[in-house]
């Protein structure tokens, strides 16, 4: 494997460290262990990019905590410890920010430095888009002053933490100045074929940039009205993403990239289930042929149990509940024989596409139909712009279409997809009016109160494949993401204390005076991120 070599500082520690990232798929290129600082600015765009895959322990802990935590998704045995992420997440980002601050200074002192204006947009894109998710994991965090050790700035070796309301200000601002700067002039430096994430499409780009800032902007709102208000304004007047574009990393536009730790995450302790709370979502019955499905999407996020029925664990299941096993994720058995789910698979699982796929499937970043759904919220709540019903319901419906769209297709297209697989690249509108006039699916605009939930339902079912935004959800809006009612006592024990990941052990060893003011020395998963009501 083919690697990009370059220094970097934590930007927390003062220690500087040489970080050696896997660029393969990403325009691999060599640079010398002891020539690094002379890697060129689009091998370090690159490598930014790079970054940006999940990591293993963060996939382990999404599979083990944050679905049942969102209730996406439940679990039926033990699995990875929660803070089994919290490390490798911290690690991934500030040895990112620490090669963002080189480029930025790089560019800086360049002569033309007008001319790199496109490639300091995309990376104050990319970056807002790490550090949202990071922030969102972690709360308070080092941000305004991280990263510069790595230009030899000893007075900022040991990084302060920025409060969450700061961290999204500033990233706000660094969004608004991508999307007006980004430009399709001939002036602008390329990246060539150094740019993998979107491929130079700048329109695409401020798409991109928009709607992160929507997305910021909407979170933001309901703790800070009077920053994130003015923001979901301008950025509803510039272009969005729209069904199609979809911001991810799609294996299939990098020949050869592939998520190897997505097989890792399933195939070691993962006891992901079905959960009553999403098939209540999906399914007007428990009818175990599925006839009550009227949701498209079940049938591509989960699969039946080992006698070919459909069955949902309950997500907070009473004392008495039958125990569940089998080995559905088993990588061998299945990819040998897909009905081997082992004597004890009773429950649906997870379908094994998401595990046995390395090549097809994306990690996706920010869809279309997140975009469309929280424009929605904007003109059902009126947050920027004057409350519209019917403009809110049309922007939910075309959500919902954009996550159905994009999924069917990204089955349909997979040739190793053979179970259950769609009919056809797009859905029928038969099969979409059957969804959106679903009851608990049709958007109620006589009632508000009523519709948002609904749009809270369906941003919480698109991002099945991204929890940590139902997460950040679920915790922004105070528990207003589908949740069961029953037994919620199991729910409160196991997962409703969880708010945040706690920091990294670093962090108390080497950063200990400024961990220990953000922390007054006791770091815990139950302190509410700033977000929180």
Not at 374 to 401: D, M, P, Q, S
Request: charged share 15%.
């Amino acid at each position: 494997m083919k690697r990009l070599k370059y220094i970097l500082l934590t930007g927390f520690t003062g220690v500087v460290l040489l970080q050696t990232s896997c660029t393969k798929n990403f325009e691999e290129t060599n640079t010398p262990r002891d020539k690094a600082s002379t890697a060129t600015t689009p091998e370090m765009f690159n490598a930014i990019i790079s970054s940006l895959p999940l990591t293993a322990g963060e996939q382990s802990v999404l599979n083990s905590w944050i679905y049942p935590i969102t209730q996406q998704g439940i679990v039926v045995g033990g699995a990875y410890p929660f803070d089994n992420a919290k490390n490798a997440v911290w690690e991934n980002y500030y040895l990112t920010l620490g090669n963002f601050r080189v480029l930025e200074d790089r560019i800086s002192k360049d002569a033309n430095k007008d001319s790199y204006n496109n490639i300091m947009a995309m990376l104050k894109t990319v970056m807002a888009y790490k550090t949202l998710k990071t922030t969102n994991y972690y709360g308070n965090m080092p941000y305004t002053n991280a990263g510069y050790a790595t230009l030899s700035d000893a007075t900022r070796y040991k990084a302060t933490y920025d409060q969450q309301k700061d961290i999204y200000a500033k990233v706000l601002t660094d969004l608004k100045w991508a999307v007006d700067n980004l430009s399709t002039a001939a002036t602008q430096v390329s990246l060539g074929a150094y740019e993998t994430l979107l491929k130079n499409n700048i329109p695409l780009w401020v798409k991109f940039a928009n709607s992160l800032r929507l997305q910021a902007a909407v979170t933001l709102y309901d703790k800070d009205a009077a920053t994130a208000g003015p923001h979901i304004t301008e950025a509803l007047a510039k272009p969005l993403l729209v069904d199609g574009d979809d911001i991810g990393l799609w294996p299939t536009q990098l020949p050869g990239l592939k998520f190897e730790w997505r097989q890792w995450s399933f195939s070691a302790n993962c006891y992901l289930r079905l959960g009553s709370t999403m098939w209540n979502y999906m399914s007007a019955n428990n009818n175990t042929d599925g006839s009550g499905i009227f949701d498209p999407r079940c049938k591509i996020f989960f699969e039946t149990n080992n006698a070919n029925q459909w069955a949902a664990y309950p997500q907070n299941p009473p004392t008495g509940t039958p125990s569940e096993g089998g080995a559905p994720y088993n990588l061998e058995n299945r990819t040998a024989s897909w009905s081997n789910k082992g004597a004890g698979n009773n429950i649906s699982n997870f379908n094994f596409y998401f595990e046995k796929d390395m090549t097809n499937i994306p990690e996706l970043m920010l869809t279309a139909s997140q975009t469309y759904l929280l424009k929605a919220e904007v003109y059902n709540r009126g947050i920027g712009v004057t409350a519209n019903a019917a403009t809110a319901k049309a922007e939910y419906e075309a959500g919902i279409k954009a996550s159905v769209n994009m999924w069917t297709k990204i089955a349909f297209s997979m040739s190793d997809w053979t179970v259950n697989k769609p009919a056809a690249a797009t859905v029928t509108n038969t099969e979409l009016n059957t969804l959106l006039t679903a009851p608990v699916v049709s958007y109620n605009s006589g009632n508000a109160a009523t519709a948002l939930s609904q749009i809270y339902a369906q941003y919480w079912v698109s991002t099945f494949k991204q929890p940590w935004d139902a997460w950040t959800l679920l915790r922004r809006t105070g528990g207003k993401t589908p949740m069961s009612a029953t037994n919620t006592g199991y729910y409160n024990t196991n997962f409703g204390t969880y708010n945040r990941f706690v920091y990294p052990d670093n962090e108390f060893s080497y950063n200990y005076e400024n961990w220990s003011a953000e922390t007054g020395g006791t770091d815990l998963p139950t302190k509410k991120i700033w977000l929180q009501p």
